[in-house]
């Protein structure tokens, strides 16, 4: 009898209980890449989706363009939010996911180009002023004085008949009879009309002839209209039918013309209202014309100019842009870079472990060639002198000698790195209780939610192998990041430390219903039935309504699927009954 009842319970474990030797709270859908963070904070590898916030090889390069533009007092970034329910719980405040970085960046300096205002997001730049455009005219009519009030009214409805991008728009039938401030008006939608029609040579006509009229806003507007739309004719001749866009079939020609419509505006307007976004414009003809020199030198005017009528950087959107035309360019020269910004991002990115073919790491000599280049920050360069030891050379004790000997006041994000790379270096030294003080101290000294979740996940790896469950629990808890209690209790705790947490009065009832789930499901596992009927005893009175994402209960959806453990026994043949899951272990363990 104990032999059939072993072979029965073995295939309740097999198939019914599959999800829970392999439990992740986490489901898949389809093909769809999966992001989770290396707690253990040791990457060597570019990994997007654990990133740091300190300048580190493995980071994504948009990440370490973002720190740096922080130190160099541009941008403003927001605190992560982290996962907050235990059972779930992936990510903590540090590692994040790089992809969420951006839209928590923020401008300290104003962006002087008026920001566009828009409904939903949009992928041509043509559709880009849209909803904006629309308030400007209507705001410019009802002001002129020139158009009488009846004709005020259609030209508003005309323009609101414009109402998505991308659709065939009619041109307006302009009636011989209107004032002539209103006609030149409604010209100036028809050209409008053409150009979100992409019909760029007919609305640079009409555009081209309103740069002559005697109404300031008209006369202003359509220059710089020149310049949108000589730039959408030309780049339309580099993108094939994907939408990809190949550089070498941009027409030459429309992009001189482009470049001469930006100087162009530029001269006759010094201080006009759209000098910042004529500027911006720039960057987009250098790199259209592959001239990566011009391209890098006007970022850097930039960053090196934030109070300037002409700054127009959205730190949102810069390291995007640069990581696509810069870095990612086919006219990539490393001889462009000159200043300390690009040249740490590149040199970090040149320090990651990589199986590309093409990959070489940057030497010692040539990144010791770059020192002249970082005379203006000369603790960057110390850093990365020190990275370069650690991360490539394998030299950790020496990497010491190039960070400060005293502690850094942590009030950069260069800091950060540099307290960081120390911890790291005692880590790589084999000084394990040295490593454990220092997270503490830092921890305790943090003064953000970055250099806290940063700290707190270092140090909660030395507790989780000392097996220090208390770290973990309680209101005064060490390790407060639901992920990292939940990868303790999950991955790591022992079956002793599993039994005290359940036990603690510290414990809130996730922990202590994450670690009953963890304890059953490896005392199954590890057939060690006495365990499993022990632990069994800890399960809920309403254990069979945790079903997972399946229960009926919304507030149960997001906790352990406690169901799993609870089978009532079957018939599966005439001859061959299943009792019910207690029975069973009893059985086993008698």
Same mark, same amino acid.
């Given at each position: 009898?104990?032999?059939?009842?072993?072979?029965?319970?073995?295939?309740?474990?097999?198939?019914?209980?599959?999800?829970?030797?392999?439990?992740?709270?986490?489901?898949?859908?389809?093909?769809?890449?999966?992001?989770?963070?290396?707690?253990?904070?040791?990457?060597?590898?570019?990994?997007?989706?654990?990133?740091?916030?300190?300048?580190?090889?493995?980071?994504?390069?948009?990440?370490?363009?973002?720190?740096?533009?922080?130190?160099?007092?541009?941008?403003?970034?927001?605190?992560?939010?982290?996962?907050?329910?235990?059972?779930?719980?992936?990510?903590?405040?540090?590692?994040?996911?790089?992809?969420?970085?951006?839209?928590?960046?923020?401008?300290?300096?104003?962006?002087?180009?008026?920001?566009?205002?828009?409904?939903?997001?949009?992928?041509?730049?043509?559709?880009?002023?849209?909803?904006?455009?629309?308030?400007?005219?209507?705001?410019?009519?009802?002001?002129?004085?020139?158009?009488?009030?009846?004709?005020?009214?259609?030209?508003?409805?005309?323009?609101?008949?414009?109402?998505?991008?991308?659709?065939?728009?009619?041109?307006?039938?302009?009636?011989?009879?209107?004032?002539?401030?209103?006609?030149?008006?409604?010209?100036?939608?028809?050209?409008?009309?053409?150009?979100?029609?992409?019909?760029?040579?007919?609305?640079?006509?009409?555009?081209?002839?309103?740069?002559?009229?005697?109404?300031?806003?008209?006369?202003?507007?359509?220059?710089?209209?020149?310049?949108?739309?000589?730039?959408?004719?030309?780049?339309?001749?580099?993108?094939?039918?994907?939408?990809?866009?190949?550089?070498?079939?941009?027409?030459?020609?429309?992009?001189?013309?482009?470049?001469?419509?930006?100087?162009?505006?530029?001269?006759?307007?010094?201080?006009?209202?759209?000098?910042?976004?004529?500027?911006?414009?720039?960057?987009?003809?250098?790199?259209?014309?592959?001239?990566?020199?011009?391209?890098?030198?006007?970022?850097?005017?930039?960053?090196?100019?934030?109070?300037?009528?002409?700054?127009?950087?959205?730190?949102?959107?810069?390291?995007?842009?640069?990581?696509?035309?810069?870095?990612?360019?086919?006219?990539?020269?490393?001889?462009?870079?000159?200043?300390?910004?690009?040249?740490?991002?590149?040199?970090?990115?040149?320090?990651?472990?990589?199986?590309?073919?093409?990959?070489?790491?940057?030497?010692?000599?040539?990144?010791?060639?770059?020192?002249?280049?970082?005379?203006?920050?000369?603790?960057?360069?110390?850093?990365?002198?020190?990275?370069?030891?650690?991360?490539?050379?394998?030299?950790?004790?020496?990497?010491?000698?190039?960070?400060?000997?005293?502690?850094?006041?942590?009030?950069?994000?260069?800091?950060?790195?540099?307290?960081?790379?120390?911890?790291?270096?005692?880590?790589?030294?084999?000084?394990?209780?040295?490593?454990?003080?220092?997270?503490?101290?830092?921890?305790?000294?943090?003064?953000?939610?970055?250099?806290?979740?940063?700290?707190?996940?270092?140090?909660?790896?030395? &507790?989780?192998? #000392?097996? !220090?469950? @208390?770290? %973990? /629990?309680?209101?005064? +808890?060490? =390790? $407060?990041?639901?992920?990292?209690?939940?990868?303790?209790?999950?991955?790591?705790?022992?079956?002793?430390?599993?039994?005290?947490?359940?036990?603690?009065?510290?414990?809130?009832?996730?922990?202590?219903?994450?670690?009953?789930?963890?304890?059953?499901?490896?005392?199954?596992?590890?057939?060690?039935?006495?365990?499993?009927?022990?632990?069994?005893?800890?399960?809920?009175?309403?254990?069979?309504?945790?079903?997972?994402?399946?229960?009926?209960?919304?507030? &149960?959806?997001? #906790?352990? !699927?406690? @169901?799993? %453990? /609870?089978?009532?026994? +079957?018939? =599966? $043949?005439?001859?061959?009954?299943?009792?019910?899951?207690?029975?069973?272990?009893?059985?086993?363990?008698?």
């Amino acid at each position: 009898m104990k032999l059939q009842n072993k072979f029965i319970f073995k295939s309740i474990v097999y198939s019914s209980l599959s999800l829970v030797i392999y439990y992740s709270p986490i489901t898949y859908a389809g093909v769809e890449q999966f992001c989770e963070p290396n707690l253990a904070i040791n990457d060597k590898n570019l990994n997007g989706c654990s990133n740091l916030p300190v300048l580190y090889p493995a980071n994504d390069s948009q990440t370490n363009m973002t720190l740096l533009l922080s130190d160099l007092g541009l941008a403003t970034i927001k605190p992560m939010t982290a996962d907050a329910n235990l059972w779930d719980a992936v990510y903590g405040m540090v590692p994040f996911d790089a992809a969420n970085l951006s839209s928590l960046t923020q401008n300290k300096m104003p962006n002087r180009r008026k920001l566009l205002e828009r409904n939903d997001t949009v992928f041509d730049e043509r559709c880009t002023s849209f909803d904006s455009g629309n308030q400007a005219f209507n705001t410019q009519v009802q002001n002129n004085k020139a158009i009488p009030n009846l004709e005020k009214q259609i030209l508003i409805s005309e323009r609101k008949k414009m109402n998505q991008c991308g659709d065939k728009i009619e041109l307006i039938a302009i009636n011989p009879n209107w004032s002539i401030t209103t006609r030149q008006y409604a010209s100036y939608l028809n050209a409008s009309i053409l150009f979100y029609n992409s019909n760029y040579s007919a609305a640079t006509k009409i555009y081209t002839v309103l740069t002559t009229v005697e109404d300031a806003w008209l006369k202003e507007t359509s220059q710089y209209m020149l310049i949108r739309t000589s730039l959408n004719s030309a780049y339309a001749t580099g993108v094939d039918k994907y939408g990809d866009v190949y550089l070498d079939n941009i027409n030459q020609n429309l992009l001189k013309q482009f470049l001469d419509n930006i100087n162009a505006y530029l001269k006759a307007y010094p201080n006009g209202q759209y000098v910042a976004s004529a500027r911006g414009f720039m960057r987009r003809g250098f790199w259209l014309s592959k001239r990566q020199d011009l391209l890098v030198n006007e970022i850097v005017w930039q960053l090196k100019n934030p109070t300037s009528k002409f700054y127009n950087l959205e730190m949102s959107e810069l390291p995007a842009e640069i990581d696509r035309r810069v870095f990612d360019s086919s006219a990539f020269n490393v001889n462009n870079l000159k200043d300390p910004f690009f040249l740490a991002v590149y040199d970090l990115m040149h320090m990651r472990e990589s199986s590309s073919e093409n990959y070489r790491p940057i030497s010692w000599t040539q990144l010791n060639a770059q020192k002249e280049l970082f005379k203006t920050q000369p603790e960057l360069f110390q850093y990365l002198q020190a990275a370069h030891l650690f991360f490539v050379q394998n030299k950790a004790q020496e990497a010491q000698n190039y960070l400060p000997k005293a502690n850094a006041k942590n009030s950069s994000y260069l800091q950060l790195s540099q307290i960081f790379l120390r911890g790291q270096i005692l880590e790589k030294i084999g000084q394990p209780q040295n490593a454990e003080e220092y997270w503490r101290q830092q921890l305790a000294q943090a003064k953000d939610s970055y250099q806290r979740g940063l700290f707190e996940t270092a140090l909660s790896n030395h &507790l989780a192998i #000392k097996q !220090d469950y @208390s770290a %973990f /629990i309680g209101k005064k +808890a060490q =390790i $407060t990041q639901p992920n990292l209690q939940r990868n303790f209790i999950t991955q790591i705790a022992d079956t002793n430390s599993l039994q005290k947490l359940i036990q603690s009065e510290q414990s809130n009832i996730d922990q202590k219903q994450a670690a009953i789930y963890t304890l059953l499901s490896k005392s199954l596992v590890h057939q060690q039935f006495e365990l499993f009927k022990q632990s069994h005893a800890f399960m809920p009175k309403n254990a069979m309504q945790y079903k997972g994402y399946n229960s009926d209960n919304e507030q &149960l959806k997001n #906790k352990p !699927d406690l @169901s799993n %453990f /609870i089978r009532n026994g +079957a018939n =599966i $043949t005439p001859q061959l009954k299943c009792s019910n899951l207690e029975t069973l272990v009893n059985q086993l363990i008698n």
